[in-house]
């Protein structure tokens, strides 16, 4: 991760935290392929495909019908609707419109989930390798964030017992994504009936980010709404997003589902944050959500080839230790047997060496607290997928030569 912001004119709350590094990846793709370079980059944490068709007339529609005034704050009933909707047919559980807020994307709703719920004193644990925004929106609610190293994580299950012995009475809440960012881990079911129960015994709140939950592979069962919900619906809070789904992300649509109560103290902030959402991609979402399906299933069987088919050209460079994740658009080889003294020394100057000799983004672990990985996103087409692997299993294949 990049060096947190250290300036005397700025508020101490901005010192703890530093640009995300997967917002630097992208800013130095950027900057080579306007060079002109040929830059096969791995490093994108948003889907290649297009919106889809339907999702797209709906924008048209509200356009043309001068649907473009402000809404109310919390969105449009019929979007928190459809919100409440899909949650009742995918995870068989009910939610209403005044438990519902309709958010800038997902990030924004957990944004609002950490300065609702934490504060000075609190612990929230969360799991690493994770998602490098969910500690620096702990520490921004002025909360301490618990980065629980869980070992299996890099492989397909997120196994919950360093979760749970790093409970403390101190411990306000739990911050999960499932599938994950950057490993495509799960929570699996079995482990989640046990993390809920012991959440609800202490009355620690659980936050769900679940922006790549359908996006899971192989069959793979997948019901931490409905167990969560189960066990301790009045302290957990869920976060939606269209982004991922529905190849949505420039759209910044997302939401939150919570308690009543804790929805009004959201709805509060957010009215002198941002107030509402865009209205023509709330309209958007509407149709994302309520219209046929069909786009997301052939997005989620497009991802599932392109994840078999890189683990099998990575498999040619066996010092490339690659786990199958279940979920999201991901890999996370452990580059480690790669990295030495007299050549790369951190799985960062791996990838900026990749970046630099063959063209190639590739995230490095340390952005999201795992030295000795990088993320590479197979949300691009077979064909860059294949130049990339030829090209990093090539970069590899250098470094015993160095």
């Known amino acids: 991760m990049s060096t947190p912001v250290k300036d005397s004119r700025l508020a101490a709350r901005i010192g703890g935290i530093a640009l995300s590094g997967t917002m630097k990846t992208a800013i130095e793709a950027d900057r080579l392929k306007r060079s002109g370079a040929d830059v096969v980059d791995l490093g994108a944490g948003e889907p290649d495909f297009s919106t889809p068709a339907h999702i797209i007339a709906a924008a048209e529609a509200a356009l043309h019908a001068g649907f473009t005034k402000y809404t109310p704050n919390p969105g449009i009933l019929e979007l ?13 559980v009910e939610y209403q419109p005044d438990e519902i807020i309709v958010t800038a994307g997902g990030k924004q709703a957990l944004f609002h989930a950490a300065m609702a719920l934490f504060g000075p004193g609190d612990e929230v644990i969360t799991h690493a ?27 397909s299950t997120l196994e919950p017992s360093a979760l749970l012995d790093a409970m403390s009475p101190r411990t306000r809440g739990i911050v999960i994504i499932s599938p994950g960012n950057p490993t495509g881990a799960l929570l699996a079911d079995a482990d989640a009936v046990r993390l809920a129960a012991e959440a609800a015994r202490r009355g620690i709140w659980v936050v769900l980010d679940l922006c790549y939950d359908r996006l899971i592979y192989d069959g793979t069962p997948h019901s931490l709404v409905r167990i969560f919900s189960e066990a301790m619906r009045d302290r957990l809070v869920l976060c939606g997003s269209a982004s991922k789904t529905y190849a949505m992300t420039g759209w910044r649509c997302g939401w939150m589902a919570a308690p009543a109560d804790v929805v009004r103290a959201v709805n509060a902030l957010q009215s002198h944050q941002t107030s509402n959402v865009n209205s023509i991609a709330q309209k958007a979402t509407v149709a994302a959500l309520t219209g ?25 460079e066996p010092r490339l230790r690659v786990a199958r994740p279940a979920g999201a658009f991901y890999l996370f080889p452990d580059v480690g047997a790669l990295l030495s003294a007299q050549g790369c020394r951190s799985s960062a100057e791996f990838a900026e060496r990749l970046l630099q000799q063959e063209h190639v983004v ?24 294949h130049e990339g692997a030829t090209r990093l299993v090539r970069f590899a294949r250098s470094l015993s030569r160095a």
């Open 129 to 155: 390798p994770g998602w490098p925004t969910i500690a620096a929106q702990v520490t921004l609610a002025g909360a301490t964030p618990v980065c629980v190293n869980t070992p299996t994580a890099v492989a």
């Open 362 to 385: 590739v995230t490095p672990g340390e952005a999201f607290a795992a030295r000795g990985h990088v993320r590479l996103s197979y949300a691009t087409s077979l064909d860059r997928l």
């Open 80 to 92: 928190r609707e459809a919100i409440c909707l899909r949650y009742r047919l995918d995870h068989g």
């Open 292 to 316: 046929p399906q069909d786009c997301v299933a052939r997005m989620r069987t497009e991802y599932q080839q392109r994840r078999d088919a890189l683990m099998g050209w990575l498999s040619e």
